[in-house]
């Protein structure tokens, strides 16, 4: 197997162009990238001065910042009822497939 050899002017090269098609490409994603960014540093500062004022269990810290991102992340579910229903198969199931098969 050959190897690859990627010097750092090549690989810096590549990183800016993957950021950029990245930008181009899709601007929610890098919306939710700076969110995350901002929210981390934000949460980095909160606890940083929140050390200075008061002692706060680290277990209790842990519960909170568990909930809260399981808050955040929560996927919606969709909802499949409008698209549910009934359906009727006409033909024997066996005779369908060995039909569909031999279609090909």
């Known amino acids: 197997m050959a190897e690859i050899v990627i010097d750092d002017s090549q690989l810096k090269k590549m990183l800016k162009q993957t950021i950029i098609e990245i ?27 929140g050390k200075e004022i008061a002692k706060v269990e ?28 009934k359906l009727t198969l006409q033909g024997e199931p066996l005779g369908i497939q060995e039909e569909m098969r031999n279609a090909w």
């Open 58 to 85: 680290p277990e209790l810290m842990v519960r909170i910042l568990d909930a809260a991102m399981k808050k955040q992340c929560k996927h919606e579910k969709y909802d499949f009822s409008d698209l549910s229903g």
């Open 23 to 49: 930008i181009r490409e899709d601007k929610t994603y890098l919306a939710y990238l700076m969110t995350i960014i901002v929210e981390y540093f934000g949460l980095t500062t909160a606890i940083n001065e």
